[in-house]
């Protein structure tokens, strides 16, 4: 049965542009579960979202990234929209923000266009996973192993396809965050080579 996720606090790693959906739904959902969920971002005050083909709502920043922790959060949420994740994968804090929750084994979950912020990261090398059809060639270049399912789970690693897939994705994103850290194994080697863990 799924466990409790009461009183954990989850992060929203965003930039302006990310798809309004994909950002508001699984922050709904982890609310509704109890689960405290700041908006972490470059931007100050505000970020603003994309809905489909154009400008939407406007969402307060509740932690600017210069100021926040990955220490201080149980699990990273990051949506997708074509260009959030655009922004943040050139944005050193974003990556290596991200890269955090990947080292520890901690839960993470990417929607859409999301997992090119992974990428960057340099630890998704044979990671299943799965994401918007039009960065499947950039996830295989960096080793991914993808998959065209609504949603796909590796160790702690959720990952989407789209808005369409926002129930599966979120049903799954609750149920990892309840089983909390997850072993990190020998598939990370690749990284630390690359980032200099010790």
Same mark, same amino acid.
């Given at each position: 049965?799924?466990?409790?996720?009461?009183g954990?606090?989850?992060?929203?790693?965003?930039?302006?542009?990310?798809?309004?959906?994909?950002?508001?739904?699984?922050?709904?959902?982890?609310?509704?579960?109890?689960?405290?969920?700041?908006?972490?971002?470059?931007?100050?005050?505000?970020?603003?979202?994309?809905?489909?083909?154009?400008?939407?709502?406007?969402?307060?920043? =509740?932690?600017?990234?210069?100021? &926040?922790?990955?220490? $201080?959060?149980?699990?990273? @949420?990051?949506? *997708?929209? !074509?260009?959030?994740?655009?922004?943040?994968?050139?944005?050193?804090?974003?990556?290596?923000?991200?890269?955090h929750?990947?080292?520890?084994?901690?839960?993470?979950?990417?929607?859409?266009?999301?997992?090119?912020?992974?990428?960057?990261?340099?630890?998704?090398?044979?990671?299943?996973?799965?994401?918007?059809?039009?960065?499947?060639? =950039?996830?295989?270049?960096?080793? &991914?192993?993808?998959? $065209?399912?609504?949603?796909? @789970?590796?160790? *702690?690693? !959720?990952?989407?396809?789209?808005?369409?897939?926002?129930?599966?994705?979120?049903?799954?994103?609750?149920?990892?965050?309840?089983?909390?850290?997850?072993?990190?194994?020998?598939?990370?080697?690749?990284?630390?080579?690359?980032?200099?863990?010790s």
């Amino acid at each position: 049965m799924a466990k409790d996720v009461k009183g954990k606090k989850v992060a929203i790693l965003t930039e302006n542009g990310f798809e309004e959906l994909e950002l508001t739904v699984p922050k709904k959902a982890l609310e509704d579960a109890g689960v405290t969920v700041h908006i972490v971002s470059p931007q100050d005050g505000k970020v603003k979202a994309w809905d489909h083909d154009h400008w939407s709502i406007e969402l307060d920043v =509740d932690v600017p990234l210069s100021k &926040a922790n990955p220490e $201080d959060y149980d699990m990273l @949420v990051i949506p *997708g929209g !074509v260009i959030n994740p655009d922004k943040m994968r050139e944005n050193e804090k974003c990556v290596s923000f991200a890269q955090h929750f990947m080292e520890q084994g901690k839960p993470l979950a990417a929607i859409c266009h999301a997992p090119q912020l992974l990428i960057e990261t340099g630890m998704i090398s044979n990671r299943e996973l799965t994401s918007y059809k039009s960065i499947k060639t =950039d996830l295989v270049n960096a080793g &991914a192993l993808w998959v $065209d399912k609504e949603v796909v @789970v590796d160790n *702690g690693l !959720v990952t989407s396809r789209n808005p369409k897939d926002l129930d599966a994705f979120c049903k799954k994103m609750i149920e990892e965050l309840g089983e909390g850290k997850h072993a990190t194994t020998g598939q990370f080697t690749h990284a630390d080579s690359n980032f200099g863990n010790s």
